[in-house]
C-alpha cells in the first residue's frame, strides 16, 4: 500500500508558473507508475498526466500539453508536475494517483491509490 501527499497549489495568474509535488509513503514508490488528475467544480475528474515507473514514457491530455511537465524522482519517492503558461481554465483540485502497472493508464478507474488533492486557482 502506499499513500500519498500532494503539496504547492495555491493562487496564481494567469500566464504564471506553479509546481505540484506528490510524496508518496514506502519503499516501493519506483514500483507505480503515476499520474496527476484534476477536478474543478461541477465536473468529472480528468486526466493530466502520467508517468512509467522509470519515468522514461510520459502522456499529457491535449489541454495541458507544452505547457505542463510530469517528472518523477524515485530515491525522493516523489512525483511532480510543473505547470507554466497557467490559465483560468486550469483551476481545480489536483490529485496523483499511483497503479501498480509498467505503462500507465489515462482512466482515473485504474488507479489504486490517490492523494487528498491540492487547489489551484488561476486568476485572470
Known amino acids: 500500500q502506499v499513500q500519498l501527499v500532494e503539496s504547492g497549489g495555491g493562487l496564481v495568474q494567469a500566464g504564471g508558473s506553479l509546481r505540484l509535488s506528490c510524496a508518496a509513503s514506502?519503499?516501493?514508490?519506483?514500483?507505480?507508475?503515476m499520474a496527476w488528475f484534476r477536478q474543478a467544480p461541477g465536473k468529472e475528474r480528468e486526466f493530466v498526466a502520467a508517468i512509467s515507473r522509470s519515468g522514461y514514457t510520459t502522456y499529457y491530455a491535449d489541454s495541458v500539453k507544452g505547457r505542463f511537465t510530469i517528472s518523477r524522482d524515485n530515491a525522493k519517492n516523489t512525483v511532480y508536475l510543473q505547470m507554466n503558461s497557467l490559465k483560468p481554465e486550469d483551476t481545480a483540485v489536483y490529485y496523483c494517483?499511483?497503479?501498480?502497472?509498467?505503462?500507465?493508464?489515462?482512466?482515473?478507474?485504474?488507479?489504486?491509490?490517490w492523494g487528498q488533492g491540492t487547489q489551484v486557482t488561476v486568476s485572470s
Open positions: 514506502g519503499r516501493t514508490f519506483s514500483t507505480y507508475a
Open positions: 494517483a499511483a497503479q501498480s502497472v509498467v505503462v500507465p493508464t489515462i482512466s482515473n478507474y485504474d488507479y489504486d491509490y
